[in-house]
T-cell receptor, first 112, second 110 residues
Framework: NAGVTQTPKFQVLKTGQSMTLQCAQDMNHEYMSWYRQDPGMGLRLIHY???????DQGEVPNGYNVSRSTTEDFPLRLLSAAPSQTSVYFC???????????FGPGTRLTVL | QQPVQSPQAVILREGEDAVINCSSS?????VHWYRQKHGEAPVFLMILLKGGEQKGHEKISASFNEKKQQSSLYLTASQLSYSGTYFCGTAGYNNNDMRFGAGTRLTVKP
């Protein structure tokens, strides 16, 4: 099992550009989530999904879109990147929301 | 609302014990604990559920006081490998919206 994979590992964007962070898991987990991690702020939930076709907002959803067309994939879209979105982004999955979460290796995003 | 962790940082010698606390202002159904090493992803340690069920490591224990909405993580006889940042995450019943604390940086020295 590859577990949770994320691409790319590093990305530099200019303000206003759009991009999609990819996340995939091969553990047949229903629950998937996206977090951003900033120094001193811990992990903050952006969006989550409890199954294919179902998504919901977390603590800091503004500026981000998600979709869940399959159980395996949960991409995060930045519509118009801003410097405030410079962060490390982690994708996670679990059997259910209230179980051990498996985190991907992260994507370090810099917006200039 | 994010749970509050204390202390923010702690430095230990090998073999010493440490306690990390996590408190929330809202009713909790579960508390999750994760450890993250520098430049790596968080790794699961333990879940405590309302009602007392506990799942996790043998060498690291934790408590969950539902009435006080607090949890504590106990690391005994610390090893160098315990170094990292510890995060607690909290969620209410049927609530998939997990909130994490700001973290406690633990450094274990030889």
């Amino acid at each position: 099992n590859a577990g949770v994979t994320q691409t790319p590992k590093f990305q530099v964007l200019k303000t206003g550009q759009s991009m999609t962070l990819q996340c995939a898991q091969d553990m047949n987990h229903e629950y998937m989530s996206w977090y951003r991690q900033d120094p001193g702020m811990g992990l903050r939930l952006i969006h989550y999904s409890v199954g294919a076709g179902i998504t919901d907002q977390g603590e800091v959803p503004n500026g981000y879109n998600v979709s869940r067309s399959t159980t395996e994939d949960f991409p995060l879209r930045l519509l118009s990147a801003a410097p405030s979105q410079t962060s490390v982004y982690f994708c996670a999955s679990s059997y259910l929301g209230d179980n051990e979460q498996f985190f991907g290796p992260g994507t370090r995003l810099t917006v200039l | 609302q994010q749970p509050v962790q204390s202390p923010q940082a702690v430095i230990l010698r090998e073999g010493e014990d440490a306690v990390i606390n996590c408190s929330s202002s809202k009713a909790l159904y579960s508390v999750h604990w994760y450890r993250q090493k520098h430049g790596e992803a968080p790794v699961f340690l333990m879940i405590l559920l309302k009602g007392g069920e506990q799942k996790g490591h043998e060498k690291i224990s934790a408590s969950f006081n539902e009435k006080k909405q607090q949890s504590s993580l106990y690391l005994t006889a610390s090893q160098l490998s315990y170094s990292g940042t510890y995060f607690c995450g909290t969620a209410g019943y049927n609530n998939n919206d997990m909130r994490f604390g700001a973290g406690t940086r633990l450094t274990v020295k030889p």
